[in-house]
């Protein structure tokens, strides 16, 4: 399980993120070395110089409850005794050992440090002159409040450059995204208006080229269509010829005619499988259609007498489809199960497990083919084994196979177990 994000946004996102922590760590370590240490040294010398005035005349000996209310009331710093410092708030306070370590060594003794956050912010130390007292020292100016603002402002910068880094990656995808498109697009067959060229200098020169080789393929499907069209035009007239000069033999000829009309309707059929290859079906817009409606009207027209088409259909469920090149397909492969099985076929449809996919396939019960031919029978021009004959011009597979990729869909051939082919075509469901 990959952790990293593949994404460009992503990644972007996690750099951003990263250098934003370092940047913050990087912050805050400054902040700690170069202006909190400082002050947090310079208010201890303070403090101790303050604890040292207390104490200026001796320890406990010389501690006078008097002299300290008088010094409480002109300075706010209070001398108490432990049970007192207790009820006064030194057992909620907390002891901090690195101001306690600091402390004991400006006041050459033992010393230990505390502080509470109450309504004041009150230090409690316990001098060395005078370990059975705790001098308590309030101080303004330091209360929690006063870090909100480095908080809302470490909050700020990081939602800012999340909310950056997202607009300028989106940016970045945008012509991305489209260019995803067309190229799928034309993949299929389809042509789509040239993309506008946007975003990055690089993006824009990748855009531009794709146009211009859209732009040449579009081109050549066009030129190599005209070029199909016009032979297969051509071809047609001497065949017509031929045909009413069959029809003009005698009677004792008979055979040499049933045999010139044969060739003719071959060459026919071979010219029409060439148009099919180069008709773009997939130029049409498609429509939501029955796949068992289509099943139906298809077995409909190519059943032929004394041949059983078996059916097994699955839940009714319409998919978006171009109607009549999907027909297509379904006949040339019912048309190739009769041709190479003798006995009757099957066909199938329902959903694919586990996949918002659907499917529909044809079996028959012939010889099968080869394993290492499966691949090479969707080639153009590619027949199979003797077993299954060689007649025809090796187009019908390759035919299906556009169809179905144009589709998006998938389409296999497999041996199966029982004896015969299974020719099956998975198609998204939506």
């Known amino acids: ?93 907390a002891h901090y050992p690195y101001l306690s370590l600091q402390m004991s060594e400006l006041l050459d003794g033992e010393t230990e440090v505390r502080i509470s956050q109450g309504d004041e912010y009150l230090i409690w130390i316990r001098p060395p002159q005078a370990p059975s007292l705790w001098v308590k020292i309030p101080l303004h100016g330091l209360d929690e409040a006063s870090f909100y603002p480095l908080i809302f402002y470490l909050v700020l910068i990081g939602v800012l450059s999340v909310a950056g880094g997202w607009l300028f990656i989106r940016q970045l995808n945008r012509p991305l995204k489209a260019l995803q498109k067309a190229a799928i697009d034309v993949g299929k067959g389809q042509f789509p208006e040239p ?51 069959s029809e003009m033999m005698s009677e004792n000829e008979d055979y040499l005619k049933d045999g010139i009309e044969k060739d003719i309707d071959d060459m026919n059929a071979i010219i029409d499988q060439f148009i099919d290859y180069i008709r773009h079906d997939m130029m049409e817009t498609s429509e939501l259609a029955n796949l068992n409606q289509l099943i139906n009207e298809v077995i409909d027209h190519e059943a032929v007498d004394g041949r059983n088409i078996e059916q097994d259909l699955g839940d009714e469920v319409e998919i978006p489809m171009v109607y009549a090149a999907m027909k297509r397909v379904l006949a040339n492969l019912i048309q190739n199960a009769f041709k190479y099985s003798d006995a009757g076929i099957k066909v199938c449809s329902g959903r694919v497990k586990g996949k918002n996919r659907v499917y529909f396939c044809v079996c028959d019960q012939g010889p099968g083919i080869q394993h290492n031919d499966i691949d090479r029978l969707f080639e153009p021009f590619t027949q199979g084994d003797t077993a299954r004959g060689t007649e025809g011009s090796g187009l019908g597979l390759a035919i299906i196979k556009r169809i179905v990729d144009g589709h998006g869909g998938v389409v296999t051939l497999s041996n199966r177990d029982d004896g015969g082919l299974m020719a099956k075509v998975e198609l998204p469901a939506s």
Do not use: C, W
């Not at 951003?16 to 202006?35: E, K, T, W």
């Not at 005349?57 to 008088?70: C, I, R, V, Y």
């Not at 993309?195 to 080789?213: W, Y």
């Open 195 to 245: 993309l506008t060229e946007q975003g990055s200098s690089e993006v824009t020169a990748v855009t531009r080229a794709f146009n211009h080789m859209s732009k040449g393929i579009k081109q050549l499907e066009a030129d190599r269509s005209l070029l199909m069209a016009g032979i297969s035009h051509d071809l047609r007239t001497p065949l017509t010829r031929i045909r009413l000069a």
């Open 1 to 93: 399980m990959k952790i990293l994000p593949r994404s460009a946004f992503g990644q972007t996102v996690l750099l951003i993120g990263f250098l934003l922590l370092i940047n913050q760590v990087v912050s805050y370590l400054s902040v700690a070395i170069y202006v909190i240490k400082p002050n947090l040294e310079q208010i201890n010398q303070l403090l101790a110089k303050q604890v040292k005035v207390v104490f200026i005349d001796g320890g406990n000996s010389k501690f006078s409850p008097a002299l300290a209310e008088a010094f409480h009331q002109e300075t706010g710093i209070g001398v108490y005794r432990e049970n007192d410092a207790l009820m006064l708030g030194l057992a909620e306070a």
